[in-house]
């Protein structure tokens, strides 16, 4: 039995993983994506790391909750919209059963509470600074799903950040309430009492709260990550994790919150165990979804182990150095600068190495990022003529050394430090005073961005 055992798994393993999935098709591609999927959220469930960016992401939310919904709630009400945060609050409790409703009207007296204008300079720039501060950390663990290590620059934190929670409100209200306008017009209710229109207007009203959620978990997977995420990707992740969702609110409403078991435990904390079990839930769904829309974008990253993007120093040199050739041929040839999504899309890369190669780089003194563009872009810092091959290599080769940790801290070992010295040596004789303008002019056209 256990002889079979293994060969089954053996076979399943080498059905699922040996072959590369851009390469299959039919419904072999389908099937073997999703056991893939399955395969790898339930590996990164397993260890821990979702589950602890879901718990972080939960006492986070405790504590920004009512400021987010106060700033909100206050941009609303100079739009005369306010009134339509209450059912969205309401709705997100409705899993907590009866007691949902009474924690929704608590919060929501806390907001009408917060009187913005009277908090002062101090107070309004603290109540902003917790609602930004909720959206970094939401920011952070979506960057640690798709192997992002550094977050948005301050400035683009500040102004992006701002304009979903100031702007976007405005829209999805807006939105809505256009929507149901259309709808209780004299034209709309006609149509709807000739079939099958009002057969299908009915289904409709049943699946537009599937709908919503699903877009609004798309725009999520678009806008946090500091990463380009294609639409399609997103679009699947954020269906996924809406259908998950809203299956999972009737599921938590029906057999969860509806125990009585909890209140036999936990008494009158009851409610506030299930508000957090219901938080972790939601969070867990969100970053399910967005590891879904990873995988979708890069399928070749689904391994039998978790790819760590660490690059070898012969990597980081070859890496560097085509950055180095792209931006200084579009420089020379007077074509529009390179940014940085279109340098992951034509290295075909995760934007993880990339960024770290450019940043080697900038620090080196060799690119300089302009901000007058957005996105940024990146040029060269001096005439590509004066950049000499062997000078960039050997700073490459210098990047991550500081006055606490370099060579010349190391004790001196006569044999090693010769073959060092040789091995720069070569490199110099090698490349002699070849620059960057040659590797260029050496090399085949570019195409276009």
């Given at each position: 039995?256990?002889?079979?055992?293994?060969e089954l798994?053996?076979?399943?393993?080498?059905?699922?993983w040996?072959?590369d999935?851009?390469?299959?098709?039919?419904?072999r591609?389908v099937?073997?994506?999703?056991?893939?999927v399955?395969?790898?959220?339930?590996?990164?469930l397993?260890?821990g790391q979702?589950?602890?960016?879901?718990m972080?992401?939960v006492?986070?939310?405790l504590?920004?909750?009512v400021?987010?919904?106060?700033?909100?709630?206050?941009v609303?009400?100079?739009?005369?919209?306010?009134?339509?945060?209450?059912?969205l609050?309401?709705n997100?409790?409705?899993?907590?059963?009866?007691?949902g409703?009474?924690?929704?009207?608590?919060?929501?007296?806390f907001?009408?509470n917060?009187?913005?204008?009277?908090l002062g300079?101090?107070g309004?720039a603290?109540?902003?600074y917790?609602?930004?501060?909720?959206?970094q950390?939401?920011?952070?663990?979506?960057?640690?799903?798709w192997?992002i290590?550094?977050?948005r620059?301050l400035?683009?934190?500040?102004?992006?950040?701002?304009?979903?929670?100031l702007?976007?409100?405005?829209?999805v209200?807006?939105a809505?309430?256009?929507?149901?306008t259309i709808?209780?017009?004299?034209?709309?209710?006609k149509?709807?009492?000739i079939?099958?229109l009002?057969t299908l207007?009915?289904?409709?009203?049943?699946?537009i709260?599937?709908?919503?959620?699903?877009?609004?978990?798309?725009?999520v997977y678009?806008?946090?990550?500091?990463?380009?995420?294609?639409?399609r990707?997103?679009?699947?992740g954020?269906?996924?994790a809406g259908?998950?969702w809203?299956?999972?609110?009737?599921?938590?409403a029906?057999f969860?919150?509806?125990?009585?078991?909890?209140?036999?435990i936990?008494?009158?904390f009851a409610?506030?165990?299930?508000l957090?079990?219901?938080?972790?839930?939601?969070?867990?769904?969100?970053?399910?979804?967005?590891q879904?829309?990873?995988?979708v974008?890069y399928?070749?990253?689904m391994?039998l182990?978790?790819?760590?993007?660490?690059?070898?120093n012969?990597?980081?040199e070859?890496l560097?150095?085509?950055?180095?050739?792209?931006?200084?041929?579009?420089?020379?040839?007077?074509?529009?600068?390179?940014?940085?999504?279109?340098?992951v899309?034509?290295l075909?890369?995760?934007?993880?190495?990339?960024?770290?190669?450019?940043?080697?780089?900038?620090d080196?003194g060799?690119?300089?990022e302009?901000?007058?563009?957005?996105?940024?872009?990146?040029?060269?810092?001096?005439?590509?003529?004066?950049?000499?091959i062997?000078d960039?290599?050997?700073?490459?080769?210098?990047?991550?050394?500081s006055?606490?940790?370099?060579?010349?801290?190391?004790?001196?070992?006569?044999?090693?430090?010769?073959v060092?010295?040789?091995i720069g040596?070569?490199c110099?004789d090698?490349?002699g005073?070849?620059?960057?303008?040659d590797l260029?002019?050496?090399?085949t056209p570019?195409?276009d961005q």
């Amino acid at each position: 039995m256990r002889q079979k055992f293994q060969e089954l798994r053996t076979w399943f393993a080498a059905y699922v993983w040996e072959d590369d999935l851009r390469h299959l098709g039919g419904l072999r591609k389908v099937l073997v994506f999703v056991l893939r999927v399955l395969h790898m959220l339930l590996r990164e469930l397993l260890g821990g790391q979702l589950n602890l960016r879901a718990m972080s992401l939960v006492y986070t939310t405790l504590l920004s909750l009512v400021p987010l919904l106060a700033v909100s709630f206050s941009v609303l009400k100079g739009f005369g919209v306010h009134t339509k945060i209450e059912p969205l609050l309401y709705n997100f409790m409705m899993p907590l059963g009866p007691k949902g409703i009474e924690v929704a009207d608590r919060i929501i007296s806390f907001v009408e509470n917060v009187q913005v204008g009277v908090l002062g300079s101090v107070g309004f720039a603290l109540l902003i600074y917790t609602v930004i501060a909720l959206l970094q950390k939401i920011e952070a663990a979506f960057n640690f799903v798709w192997q992002i290590d550094h977050l948005r620059s301050l400035s683009q934190r500040f102004s992006n950040y701002l304009s979903v929670i100031l702007i976007g409100p405005v829209l999805v209200f807006s939105a809505l309430g256009l929507t149901a306008t259309i709808l209780h017009t004299e034209l709309a209710q006609k149509l709807i009492t000739i079939e099958p229109l009002g057969t299908l207007v009915v289904y409709s009203g049943k699946l537009i709260p599937y709908l919503l959620v699903c877009m609004a978990f798309t725009f999520v997977y678009i806008f946090i990550p500091n990463t380009r995420v294609q639409f399609r990707a997103a679009l699947v992740g954020g269906v996924i994790a809406g259908v998950l969702w809203e299956t999972t609110g009737w599921g938590f409403a029906t057999f969860i919150a509806s125990s009585s078991k909890y209140a036999a435990i936990y008494s009158s904390f009851a409610i506030l165990i299930m508000l957090l079990i219901w938080l972790y839930i939601s969070w867990l769904i969100l970053l399910v979804g967005s590891q879904i829309a990873y995988f979708v974008q890069y399928p070749k990253y689904m391994t039998l182990h978790r790819v760590r993007f660490a690059l070898s120093n012969r990597l980081r040199e070859q890496l560097a150095l085509q950055v180095m050739y792209l931006v200084g041929y579009n420089h020379y040839f007077n074509r529009p600068p390179w940014n940085f999504d279109a340098l992951v899309e034509r290295l075909d890369l995760p934007g993880e190495p990339v960024h770290r190669a450019i940043d080697v780089l900038i620090d080196a003194g060799y690119l300089i990022e302009v901000g007058g563009e957005d996105p940024p872009v990146y040029l060269p810092v001096h005439d590509i003529g004066t950049m000499h091959i062997a000078d960039l290599l050997a700073d490459i080769r210098k990047a991550g050394e500081s006055r606490f940790l370099n060579v010349e801290q190391l004790e001196a070992i006569e044999a090693v430090d010769r073959v060092m010295s040789d091995i720069g040596d070569v490199c110099r004789d090698t490349l002699g005073t070849r620059t960057l303008k040659d590797l260029v002019l050496s090399g085949t056209p570019v195409p276009d961005q």
